[in-house]
Structure formats: structure tokens, C-alpha cells
């Protein structure tokens, strides 16, 4: 834990992060349960400027008279959730992993309402490719900087293999002629988890292209920069793919089997207006299980040994493993 009394004892924040988050996977998901509060998304610009400056004066070795452990440690929960690490710029608040599940339940809803037509089918997939895009490159490694031209390219790739996928699939259930009602309705309510995982995987992968040409920023046990690696850019863009498979898994599977079940009960069925509600409320809480849990599957801070890397990162350092920002 942060310790106010022993000033002699400085860590970097990366550091810390490591010896407190990285470790197992329950530690990483109490890490990012705390990162994906939505009550971060109110932090005014003065607050966040106030933490900013605590952390810095602790890094420092100097703190004001009286500040407590908690006050550190939820300064630099609002630092991570507002605040890139690579950049140290403010993201964007649709697009930061505090706002991935108030901006895009919404749009999840959309996807799974039932009797979707042709339309509405490329709409709601447009939105959701059009989010996941902006999220993926809002919080990309951003070591190296990213062209106009290959965020286009990457998000017309991305939107246009959700629809491709999504529409194909659909057309496919229409034309299954001995399926029962029934099920054919489960199965159309399904069809978004395998469009949207594939498209997401395209997203990440195309959104985050530039990684893979020109590498990620590579560090010693210093902080210091040893080099550009284009395998740990391979590596964090297939760690990143992998969770963005797993995050839709429980969202598009779960709430259609419990809908389908819930419509019978006699209540919902004398209480029409009530069902997208519950849809969405059930659409809610998935979500906001399912991402914090996703998204800690893989370190943020990844470590990677040198000798796995390009021999010209091996020659530039006596370090055995080194650290680089994988990206969420």
C-alpha cells in the first residue's frame, strides 16, 4: 500500500502497479473494477488536476501534512480511469472504460431486440462497430502515433465485416424454413455474439494496425526506453483481440435465454410494456460483469523476457524481461 509516513521509500506508479495489480487475475480485476466506476466520468477538471499533483508529490518524496493512503489511492484510481498512460492525455469520456458500459448498453439493447429487420440490423451493428473503434484506438499503445488514414481504414474494415456478417447471418435463419418460431427467434437473438466477435476481433486488429508496422515502446526496469518491438505489439494486439472475443460471449448470450424464459412468466405476458425494461436492465448488469472480467484476463502493464524479442532490443539492455503498455 502507499505509505505516508515513510517518505524515503518513493515507487513509480508502474511499479506499484505491478507489485499490487499484475500478479493474479483478482487482483487485476479489483483494479479494474475500480477503473471502469462510471462515477469517474463526473470528476471535475480541478479534482483531476488535485490528484495529479498528489501523485506527482509523492513520486517526489513530499506530501502535504495529513493526506492518508485512501486519498492516494483514490487519486490514482481517477488518474487511470481519465488519464492515458502514454500519452498523458485526457481520453475522451465516451470512449475511457468508465463509459463503455453506460454509452454502449444502449447500443447492446439495440442489437438484441427482437424481429430485426435488414435496416436495423446494419444500424445498430454501424453503432456498436463505431464505438468499439473509438474505444479500441482511444485506448491503444500509443508509443508511436497512429495516421488519420489507417484509423479510417481500420474502422470501414471493422464496420463493414460486422454488417457482412451480421446481415449474411440473418438472411440465413430467414430462409431456414423448418426451424419453429421459436426458435428461430432464439437463434436471431444469437446472431449478434458471432458477428460482433469476429468484427471485434477485425477492430482490433485493424484499429490498432499501426502497432504492428511500426512496434510499441519497450521498457527496462528503469522506466527507460530499450527500443521499438514489433513482437510485443503482436502480442498485446492478440491479447486485446481475445478479450474483446470473451466480453461479448456473456452479453449476447445470457440476456436472449433469459428473455426467452422471462416473456412466459404470466406477469410480463399481462405486462407488455414492462419487457424492455427488464431487457434492458438484464443487458445492464451483464455488461457490467462481463467487462471488468474481460478486460483483466491479460495485464495492461505486460512483461515480456528480451530474449523473445528482436536482437537488437536484447543488445541494448542487461535487463532479462522488460514492460510495455498492451493496451486495453
Avoid at 481517477?78 to 447500443?107: C, L, N, W
Avoid at 436495423?120 to 488514414?149: E, F
Avoid at 474502422?155 to 428461430?184: D, E, H, M, W
Wanted: aromatic fraction near 8%; glycine fraction near 6%.
Amino acid at each position: 500500500m502507499f505509505n505516508s509516513q515513510r517518505r524515503e521509500s518513493i515507487f513509480t506508479e508502474n511499479e506499484l502497479f505491478f507489485c499490487l495489480f499484475q500478479g493474479s487475475f483478482l487482483g487485476r480485476l479489483r483494479h479494474f473494477i475500480d477503473i471502469i466506476d462510471p462515477s469517474t466520468l463526473f470528476v471535475s477538471e480541478t479534482r483531476l488536476k488535485e490528484c495529479i499533483k498528489l501523485l506527482d508529490d509523492y513520486k517526489q518524496g513530499f506530501l502535504p501534512a495529513g493526506v492518508t493512503d485512501l486519498q492516494l489511492w483514490e487519486a490514482q484510481k481517477i488518474k487511470q480511469a481519465i488519464i492515458h498512460p502514454d500519452t498523458g492525455e485526457k481520453i475522451f469520456m465516451p470512449f475511457r472504460m468508465s463509459g463503455y458500459v453506460p454509452f454502449g448498453t444502449p447500443i447492446v439493447i439495440g442489437l438484441l431486440l427482437p424481429n430485426q429487420t435488414v435496416v436495423s440490423t446494419i444500424i445498430w451493428q454501424w453503432l456498436n462497430q463505431s464505438h468499439n473503434a473509438c474505444v479500441n484506438y482511444a485506448n491503444r499503445n500509443a508509443t508511436k502515433p497512429t495516421p488519420t488514414s489507417k484509423f479510417l481504414q481500420g474502422y470501414v474494415g471493422a464496420v463493414t465485416s460486422a454488417v457482412s456478417i451480421a446481415v449474411g447471418l440473418n438472411v440465413l435463419i430467414q430462409k431456414a424454413n423448418k426451424l419453429s418460431p421459436a426458435t428461430r427467434m432464439i437463434i436471431q437473438r444469437l446472431v449478434p455474439f458471432p458477428a460482433v466477435a469476429s468484427a471485434n476481433i477485425c477492430n482490433v486488429g485493424l484499429m490498432r494496425h499501426n502497432e504492428l508496422s511500426e512496434g510499441v515502446d519497450v521498457l527496462d526496469n528503469n522506466g527507460n526506453v530499450v527500443g521499438s518491438s514489433k513482437i510485443a505489439a503482436r502480442h498485446a494486439i492478440m491479447e486485446t483481440a481475445f478479450t474483446r472475443v470473451v466480453l461479448p460471449m456473456p452479453i449476447f448470450v445470457l440476456p436472449p435465454i433469459i428473455m426467452s424464459y422471462l416473456e412466459r412468466l404470466r406477469f410480463l405476458q399481462s405486462h407488455r410494456r414492462l419487457l424492455l425494461p427488464v431487457h434492458s436492465f438484464v443487458c445492464l448488469v451483464t455488461f457490467g460483469l462481463s467487462l471488468p472480467v474481460a478486460i483483466s484476463l491479460f495485464p495492461q502493464i505486460s512483461q515480456i523476457e528480451v530474449s523473445r524479442l528482436e536482437q537488437e532490443i536484447a543488445m541494448a539492455t542487461d535487463c532479462k524481461v522488460v514492460t510495455y503498455n498492451k493496451g486495453l
